[in-house]
């Protein structure tokens, strides 16, 4: 392992594993024991296996995972929690999150967009080396901030007490047991930092609660001019699960308010920085290939008229050309997360849950382990359906099952289907998987369609470790990948 970067993201060290050690792939998952550092993990990469914890059962949470955020959101947000009070917050938070609500808001997030827009055209101006990262990041903030909360942070032009202690707050959490970890964890200044800056943010949120919970009260929100947030409509679900007389009606407020902090918190946290990372690893891949580049532009000139300062108004006049009209952008975004998936998910391994190998029929025992599923490698491996894994190739997202008859020219497309099921899963998949898949998404396409038209984006990110060289870099980090460096580009106006 020497040869590779140590602060390389560990999601990918098992895709390393199997590069240097190639027989261990029919196997379907590796097993890691670093003790002490970290408890035994089963790095999970079949497709099939990989649904057995995750769709046909789906397995508890890790403890490292609930200790990790513990600090954040006492355990209490909807990625650690688990069981009937998971399922109910879901339930509670699934309409905000919904297609239709989230189109509703294209306007709003729009707005952002363009202050993200202004940015780069400062940083052309400029002719600065602008890393990426910041201002994607800012930019992801706002618009998670509109989504949830309906209130507009301005994090982009000013840092925001919410942003920073949120980001104060992060770099304290600690993953795993490593010498740096450890010396965070006995720190004793940390749970006074921590107390701290968990007031800072609750404090920040309090109006924005409130502002939801009066909309409802007033009979507001949804069907009366009011925006439709995450946190109106969830309130309007809570809510209506309590009795209806005055008092109880405070209490219930209340208590709502108090329960829905930590959620909030976690999809600020779980909103931001994976979709901010994409972005820049897109950027930075369409800059590698400016075929795809090319193709990428040609979508939106026919899609969203051939003057790219009209995209703004076609998106606003028609959000839906966000859905289905731009499939090779779709494709673009998702080989992306493909090469680059932020994320991932840990389960707590349990006594009497087996996983079955599918061709052999082994059947490997869990108790004590971690069981992950490692996106990462599932997809760099041809043979878990992704022919030509380490190229940036969007078109295998757009081709045909079948193959195409002779002659024809669509036979190479073919050849990249994605052959395997459930093998794309950086959202994960079943029921836990990401309740704001169609947020992020929606988002990088707007965020692509109102800029990679206008700008021509060089980046030079720091270098690839061997075996990755075609990617041009890599990811870093401890709790969710990102790109190193920062994703330092230079940008210049092309219109
Ligand atoms: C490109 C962007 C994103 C990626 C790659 C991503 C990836 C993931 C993954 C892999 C999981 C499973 C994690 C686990 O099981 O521990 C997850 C869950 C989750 N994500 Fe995302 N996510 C993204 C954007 C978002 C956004 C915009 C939100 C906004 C709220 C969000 C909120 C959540 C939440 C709350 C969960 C837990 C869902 C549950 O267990 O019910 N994510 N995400």
């Given at each position: 392992m020497a040869q590779y970067p140590s602060d390389m993201f560990p999601l990918s060290i098992c895709t390393w594993v199997l590069q240097r050690f190639p027989h261990l792939e029919k196997n379907g998952f590796i097993l890691i024991d670093a003790w002490p550092f970290m408890s035994p993990m089963l790095y999970v990469f079949d497709p099939e296996m990989s649904t057995q914890f995750t769709q046909v059962q789906s397995l508890p949470k890790s403890n490292d995972i609930k200790s990790e955020f513990r600090p954040l959101t006492g355990s209490k947000d909807l990625v650690t929690l688990d069981g009937p009070e998971w399922k109910f917050w879901r339930s509670v938070f699934n309409p905000g999150f919904s297609?239709?609500?989230?189109?509703?808001?294209?306007?709003?997030?729009?707005?952002?967009?363009?202050?993200?827009?202004?940015?780069?055209?400062?940083?052309?101006?400029?002719?600065?080396?602008?890393?990426?990262?910041?201002?994607?990041?800012?930019?992801?903030?706002?618009?998670?901030?509109?989504?949830?909360?309906?209130?507009r942070l301005h994090s982009q032009t000013k840092e925001h007490p919410l942003q920073w202690a949120l980001a104060k707050q992060i770099s304290w959490l600690s993953p795993e047991y490593t010498p740096p970890s450890i010396l965070k964890l006995v720190n004793p200044v940390r749970?006074?930092?921590?107390?701290?800056?968990?007031?800072?943010?609750?404090?920040?949120?309090?109006?924005?609660?409130?502002?939801?919970?009066?909309?409802?009260?007033?009979?507001?929100?949804?069907g009366h001019g009011e925006t439709k947030t995450v946190l109106s409509l969830a309130a309007k679900a809570y809510l209506a699960e309590k009795p209806q007389n005055t008092s109880s009606a405070q209490q219930a407020n209340d208590e709502f308010a108090s329960l829905a902090i930590p959620h909030l918190v976690m999809f600020l946290f779980a909103g931001h920085d994976t979709t901010a990372t994409t972005l820049c690893f897109a950027y930075h891949l369409l800059h590698k290939h400016p075929p795809a580049l090319a193709r990428l532009r040609a979508e939106h000139?026919?899609?969203?008229?051939?003057?790219?300062?009209?995209?703004?108004?076609?998106?606003?006049?028609?959000?839906?050309?966000?859905?289905?009209?731009?499939?090779?952008?779709?494709?673009?975004?998702?080989?992306?997360?493909?090469?680059?998936?932020?994320?991932?998910?840990?389960?707590?391994?349990?006594?009497?849950?087996?996983?079955?190998?599918?061709?052999?029929g082994a059947?490997?025992?869990?108790?004590?382990?971690?069981?992950?599923?490692?996106?990462?490698?599932?997809?760099?491996?041809?043979?878990?359906?992704?022919?030509?894994?380490?190229?940036?190739?969007?078109?295998?997202?757009?081709?045909?099952?079948?193959?195409?008859?002779?002659?024809?020219?669509?036979?190479?497309?073919?050849?990249?289907?994605?052959?395997?099921?459930?093998?794309?899963?950086?959202?994960?998949?079943?029921?836990?998987?990401?309740?704001?898949?169609?947020?992020?998404?929606?988002?990088?396409?707007?965020?692509?369609?109102?800029?990679?038209?206008?700008?021509?984006?060089?980046?030079?990110?720091?270098?690839?470790?061997?075996?990755?060289?075609?990617?041009?870099?890599?990811?870093?980090?401890?709790?969710?990948?990102?790109?190193?460096?920062?994703?330092?580009?230079?940008?210049?106006?092309?219109?």
């Open positions: 297609t239709k609500n989230l189109v509703a808001m294209t306007p709003a997030f729009l707005e952002e967009v363009r202050v993200f827009v202004d940015k780069l055209r400062a940083a052309a101006q400029s002719g600065e080396v602008l890393k990426i990262e910041g201002p994607a990041t800012s930019l992801t903030i706002d618009v998670i901030a509109r989504s949830v909360l309906g209130a749970p006074i930092l921590q107390w701290y800056y968990n007031r800072v943010i609750r404090n920040a949120l309090a109006p924005s609660i409130r502002q939801n919970l009066s909309t409802q009260a007033d009979g507001g929100g949804p000139d026919a899609v969203l008229c051939p003057d790219p300062s009209q995209a703004e108004s076609q998106l606003t006049l028609n959000p839906q050309l966000l859905i289905n009209a731009l499939p090779y952008t779709t494709a673009v975004i998702k080989e992306t997360l493909r090469l680059f998936a932020p994320a991932a998910t840990v389960r707590q391994g349990q006594r009497g849950f087996f996983l079955t190998h599918p061709a052999t059947r490997y025992a869990t108790e004590g382990m971690f069981v992950h599923q490692n996106s990462h490698a599932t997809h760099h491996l041809a043979s878990c359906g992704f022919p030509r894994p380490w190229e940036f190739l969007p078109e295998r997202f757009l081709a045909p099952a079948a193959p195409a008859a002779e002659g024809d020219d669509d036979d190479d497309a073919a050849q990249l289907h994605v052959s395997r099921k459930n093998a794309f899963r950086p959202f994960e998949l079943g029921p836990r998987a990401c309740i704001g898949q169609e947020l992020a998404l929606l988002e990088l396409k707007m965020i692509l369609a109102l800029t990679v038209r206008v700008f021509e984006i060089e980046t030079y990110p720091a270098g690839a470790p061997a075996g990755a060289e075609v990617l041009g870099t890599y990811a870093v980090g401890h709790v969710s990948g990102h790109p190193k460096g920062g994703m330092p580009a230079r940008v210049r106006v092309r219109v």
